[in-house]
């Protein structure tokens, strides 16, 4: 048996050993692995399925041609030439090349090389080499990309050496250089300017018995070596690195820095916080080298160049801190883009001062917490405003969450203590410890230096401990705060709100705004409501839809909405019409299991929804 039976079961022998590396797409994934199937009429889903994967097959097959086979992938827009030695794949941008040829492989002394392979075949999207009794090396193109592996039938010959490694050295073809990590776990492909094209990265190796085993990428000359150190091990082994195309990194790394501890995306601008950099630098750029202010935090743009998506690549556009950083701020921990507009919070940081633009030197008011807004005209960026809540206090955690569209962002505060109710209500009494609040802002005519808040958002039922705010999400005239410690057991929308006796079950509030105007126009909880699933831990919303995350929701997956799987995690799809919201699907993993906490993170877009379960366990890479 082979452990690539779960994908291809191209294997039936006892002691193999298989090596696998896949190329997917880069960064690109078509609608169709998102999007459900519509049956047609007339046909059962399991005919359509066979008659999908069929068509599938057929545009992914590798054809015989004059010198070779060629196989195409339409989805990752490339075609893939095989040869008699290896293979080459082109885009269709013509920017790059790139591709691989083996060879020699086996153990120090005793290297095989790899002339004029025996057999050489090809079977719906397989090309496959025989090289000899030994080895066997093959391709599957489908439309996760290429995928590449050797299958080793028995174990090659040793010379006198017992420590060498297994090793298998291939020729890098193409016009891309090759740029190897200084740990050996990853490799960088670079176009001519020195910008990074691909990556070949994620190396992981475990045998039969799923014992980790070292491994490595080294480079000989010309040569691209990967080695094995296979003593002990149990045949067959997995050797799985992945190629892609954007690997982002600050140009500053350092230990603790929590280099994408905040993402989001915004056309072709990515912003990626780093909440524990300790640099002292003020402002757009600065200086990156005295780390005296630990865990201050920063921010980093990264923007994506190119027309064509196959010569697309990445740079580094800004390097975002704070005006006024000190240590333990934590800016970039939450952070927010909208076209040239960014929003970044700082929720440890500590100045007193209320409403925008106010003295940001005052530090009386430890962890009351900042946002701060960043533009950019043509490629430069500067700060154009410093937001605190009308109200800052110590320990509101203001900066905690932020959202953006348009003009108007919102700010979450899950900390902020008053007893104050829906719109623009009274702050002068913080007799609900951590009720938590959100505050709305908007550019004072056609400028964010002229921003203020136009609204103070409270829950309907605020309680001690419900961390409303601790998460935002904003589009058009619709806010959604969640509030992940609420407790009451209600269910559904709009439902009892005042019975709590379901600890942090949690729940989400809906506001809307006409003119200048906001109202709370739905109340919203899990239809199978449940003390500590943290409901609300995190939202978002496009449209006239939203997804909600539960990362401590406990369903097993089994039977529906049982609990059999403590802090599996769900997410909730909410649709509205005509200004009702109600439940459209509860969602849980495919491979659920207790502590994955599923819907600790989610986002949407279109007809697309993506969901992070941060603790959960497979030690698969890529793609499915």
């Not at 530090?363 to 900042?370: K, L, P, Q, T, V």
Request: aromatic content about 10%.
């Amino acid at each position: 048996m082979s452990y690539k039976q779960k994908f291809w079961a191209p294997l039936h022998l006892a002691a193999t050993l298989s090596i696998c590396a896949v190329l997917p797409s880069q960064g690109v994934t078509g609608a169709s692995s998102v999007r459900p199937a519509v049956v047609p009429e007339g046909l059962t889903a399991g005919e359509w399925s066979s008659i999908r994967a069929a068509y599938q097959a057929d545009r992914h097959a590798v054809l015989a041609i004059d010198g070779g086979h060629q196989a195409y992938n339409p989805g990752q827009r490339w075609q893939t030439r095989f040869d008699d030695r290896g293979c080459l794949v082109r885009p269709r941008s013509d920017r790059w090349t790139w591709g691989l040829e083996l060879k020699c492989y086996g153990f120090r002394g005793k290297e095989r090389l790899t002339t004029t392979p025996s057999k050489v075949s090809a079977v719906g999207g397989r090309m496959s080499y025989r090289w000899d009794a030994i080895l066997e090396e093959w391709f599957v193109n489908d439309r996760r990309g290429l995928e590449h592996g050797f299958t080793v039938y028995q174990r090659p010959p040793r010379g006198d050496d017992d420590t060498s490694r297994l090793t298998f050295s291939l020729a890098v073809r193409g016009n891309l250089s090759m740029d190897l990590d200084g740990n050996g776990r990853g490799i960088r492909f670079l176009d001519s300017n020195g910008a990074t094209t691909l990556t070949y990265t994620g190396l992981t190796v475990f045998d039969a018995d799923g014992q980790d085993l070292h491994a490595r990428f080294s480079r000989s000359g010309d040569l691209l070596c990967l080695s094995v150190d296979e003593r002990g091990a149990r045949y067959p082994l997995t050797i799985d690195p992945l190629v892609q195309q954007g690997y982002l990194k600050a140009h500053n790394t350092e230990m603790n820095d929590f280099f994408g501890c905040a993402v989001a995306v915004s056309g072709d601008t990515v912003v990626i916080g780093a909440c524990g950099e300790d640099s002292k630098a003020t402002g757009v750029n600065g200086d990156r080298n005295d780390n005296s202010r630990p865990e201050s935090g920063a921010a980093y743009v990264f923007v994506r160049s190119g027309t064509a998506w196959e010569s697309q690549s990445w740079s580094q556009q800004a390097y975002i801190k704070a005006s006024n950083p000190e240590a333990g701020d934590h800016f970039g921990s939450a952070v927010a883009v909208s076209g040239d507009v960014v929003v970044i919070g700082a929720y440890g940081e500590d100045s007193d001062a209320d409403g925008v633009n106010g003295n940001q030197f005052d530090n009386g008011a430890r962890n009351s917490g900042a946002a701060y807004v960043f533009k950019r005209k043509g490629t430069s960026w500067c700060q154009l405003a410093y937001l605190k809540a009308s109200n800052s206090d110590a320990d509101d955690r203001f900066g905690y969450s932020v959202a953006i569209d348009g003009d108007t962002a919102v700010i979450g505060a899950w900390g902020e203590s008053s007893d104050a109710t829906g719109i623009n209500g009274n702050t002068a009494s913080n007799s609900r410890s951590k009720s938590g609040a959100a505050y709305v802002f908007i550019q004072g005519g056609s400028s964010w230096f002229l921003s203020q808040q136009q609204a103070y958002l409270k829950a309907s039922n605020t309680g001690t401990g419900d961390y409303f705010g601790h998460a935002v999400s904003i589009s058009g005239n619709t806010v959604l705060a969640g509030a992940p410690g609420e407790d009451s057991k209600s269910s559904g929308p709009n439902g009892n709100q005042s019975d709590n006796n379901a600890g942090s079950a949690g729940a989400v509030y809906a506001f809307v705004r006409n003119g200048a105007n906001w109202s709370q126009q739905s109340y919203l909880k899990a239809s199978n409501t449940d003390r500590d699933d943290f409901f609300g831990s995190a939202v978002a919303i496009d449209g006239d839809t939203l997804v909600i995350g539960a990362h401590g929701e406990d369903g097993d997956n089994t039977i529906p909405k049982n609990n059999g799987a403590t802090f599996a995690g769900a997410a909730y799809v909410f649709s509205r019409t005509g200004g009702v919201w109600n439940e459209k699907k509860y969602l849980k993993a495919t491979n659920t299991n207790w502590g994955d906490r599923f819907g600790y993170s989610v986002a949407i877009s279109g007809d697309s929804i993506l969901i992070g379960a941060p603790e959960e366990d497979s030690r698969a890479t890529g793609i499915n």
